[in-house]
């Protein structure tokens, strides 16, 4: 945590000493108008500012075992995916949403190996409630294939939000599937005419 705190007493004093920084910290306070929606895992080498070099203030960002995007049903029980996703669309009308997916992912790994999870439960029953049966079984250590068919079905399972729908049939918002090597730093991008990730 040191480390931390020391970085946060640093940021703390060039903002106190710097005019442009306060300007640019200032326009942060009076609000936000986020470029993209960047949806992806919670893994700690997954880093939504560094793959991106976005700024403060140009990702909206949700972060979820597995960049999982939950199906959408009516009258569905609130949650903090389903609310993300609505607030980016109605609210900030963010024009992009990139789903993005990782390789070495645990938790895609987890379920495409069919890894027994009764230790962790709270995992086990995210896994088996966000995370398709239908991806395939993949045992590379990237599990690539997994996470790259998974990533399609996260982009598809937003087709199926309201909020999403509108945005789409208005040629407002334009949805991307990624995928990040995290051994490379690569970037690849679904293209849907051929169904295949290819580098950024």
């Known amino acids: 945590m040191e480390t ?60 979820t075992a597995g960049n999982a995007v939950p199906v959408y049903q009516d009258g569905m029980a609130a949650c903090a995916e389903a609310a993300t996703i609505e607030y980016a669309m109605r609210v900030l009308r963010v024009a992009d949403i990139v789903v993005c997916g990782h ?29 398709s049966d239908e991806l395939p079984s993949d045992e590379e250590p990237t599990v690539a294939a997994a996470v790259q068919q998974h990533v399609r079905q996260q982009v598809n399972r937003l087709r199926d939000y309201p909020c999403v ?16 090597e995290v051994h490379t730093g690569m970037v690849a991008a679904h293209h849907p005419a051929s169904d295949l990730f290819l580098p950024l």
Request: aromatic share 8%; proline share 4%.
């Open 4 to 63: 931390f705190i020391q970085h946060a007493r640093g940021l703390m004093a060039r903002i106190a000493e710097g005019r442009d920084e306060q300007e640019t910290y200032g326009r942060l306070a009076a609000g936000q108008s986020p470029l993209a929606l960047f949806i992806t895992c919670s893994d700690s080498r997954v880093v939504p500012s560094l793959i991106t070099g976005a700024q403060p203030g140009e990702l909206f960002e949700l972060r």
């Open 103 to 131: 390789s070495h992912c645990g938790a895609v790994g987890a379920k495409a190996r069919g890894e027994d999870l009764t230790g962790a439960p709270a995992v086990r029953d995210w896994l088996a409630q966000a995370l």
């Open 165 to 180: 729908q509108e945005r789409l049939a208005a040629g407002e918002v334009n949805l991307h599937g990624w995928f990040y």
